[in-house]
């Protein structure tokens, strides 16, 4: 994300429902009359300021509705939140370019551009709330439309979070059994970075919604709720080179959309060799990262010492418990849980039960 792209989406929460700042604009649209705001006072700013009048007063919905009746620009200091000009004319470099008609807008976009700071405009006749940040341009959507948009996003979530469930539950099984394949493995991640992408949406949206989006917030934490540890979990047991995890999650957070559903792409990302489509139904074993963090009351730092000691799984589980004590940090006790622990995974996995 760029720092325009950036400065957007804090603009667009500056403006949600709830804010005073929205109250504000909600004024001078039932008043029928449209402004010119620039939210952010830096020298950018005074340079392209002509006329009008100097202010420092604190920021209140009342005052900016009473300041908007006059035609020029209102200056707000979003950091200390006073406003500090009214009525003043805008003066960006002319040669700029704009796409925009009105000369309000046009105003707008310009400034903007030259000053990569957020502007906003109303339209007095279509009763419209523009934001403009560098060379970007957003409107402003009622809750209503955003909140309808939101609800299909999340139960494209909900499904999203069930299909991750099977599949998760079907790798660890398989991961047991000593049958999971790149293929499995690859589906799993896939359905991993199709939710994050989803959230990602949706908290846009929930960003834009501000007070109106509480309810939805709390829905959307209780279905990816854990999503983002599991994830680690998996990586850790399959990336190959464990350094790169961080670096494997970037180039798989900027896989492009038509690559999202092809398992090699995401399985060489992971570094598992892919070449050919026979590739995905070889044979891979899990370190076991994430069978040790089912075990109850291991800490993280117990987990990575018994991770690199044996290299996979299966390797792990045919530990017997003077080997387990020999790994620092392991007395009998938690010897005799690890492998209490482990023994139970693989009889929960023959009877074919998941989810334990």
């Known amino acids: 994300m760029d720092s325009d792209e950036a400065t957007l989406r804090e603009a667009l929460q500056m403006v949600a429902p709830g804010t005073a700042l929205r ?7 039932r008043s029928h009359t449209g402004a010119l705001i620039v939210l952010g006072s830096a020298p950018e700013v005074e340079d392209i300021c002509s006329g009008g009048f100097d202010l420092d007063v604190p920021f209140t919905a009342s005052r900016l509705r009473e300041l908007c009746k006059m035609d020029g620009a209102v200056v707000i200091d979003t950091q200390a939140w006073r406003i500090r000009k009214a009525n003043v004319q805008l003066l960006p470099d002319p040669s700029i370019p704009t796409d925009e008609s009105g000369m309000r807008h046009r105003t707008a976009q310009r400034t903007a551009r030259h000053t990569h700071l957020p502007v906003l405009s109303l339209s007095a006749s279509m009763r419209m709330i523009s934001v403009y940040v560098g060379e970007y341009h957003r409107l402003v959507e009622e809750p209503e439309a955003l909140l309808a948009r939101a609800n299909l996003a999340v139960d494209t ?3 999203y979070s069930q299909r991750l469930d099977e599949v998760l539950q079907t790798l660890t099984v398989l991961e047991i059994r000593d049958s999971a394949t790149v293929r ?3 589906t799993v991640i896939q359905r991993m970075e199709m939710i994050r992408r989803i959230t ?9 919604l501000g007070s109106e989006g509480r309810l939805l917030a709390l ?3 209780d279905l990816i709720r854990g999503s983002a540890s599991e994830r680690a979990l998996v990586m850790r047991d399959y990336v190959r080179d464990q350094s ?4 494997v999650d970037r180039r798989l957070s900027e896989l492009g959309g038509e690559k999202i559903v092809d398992l090699a792409a995401i399985a060489n990302i992971l570094g598992l060799g892919v070449f050919e489509v026979a590739d995905l139904d070889r044979d891979i074993q899990p370190r076991g990262i ?8 291991l800490p993280w730092s117990v987990i990575k010492d018994v991770s690199s000691r044996w290299e996979t799984l299966a390797d792990l589980r045919a530990a017997s418990l003077e080997d387990l004590q020999s790994v620092e940090g392991i007395g009998p006790y938690r010897a005799a849980l690890i492998h209490e622990n482990l023994e139970h995974q693989a009889q929960m996995a023959a009877n074919g039960i998941v989810g334990w």
């Open 23 to 29: 109250e504000g604009l909600e004024r001078i649209q």
């Open 157 to 159: 979530l909900d499904r």
């Open 184 to 186: 499995d493995v690859a």
């Open 200 to 208: 990602s949406e949706i908290n846009g949206y929930l960003e834009e």
């Open 219 to 221: 829905q959307v934490d």
């Open 244 to 247: 790169d995890v961080g670096a």
């Open 290 to 297: 994430r069978a040790l963090s089912l075990v109850p009351h």
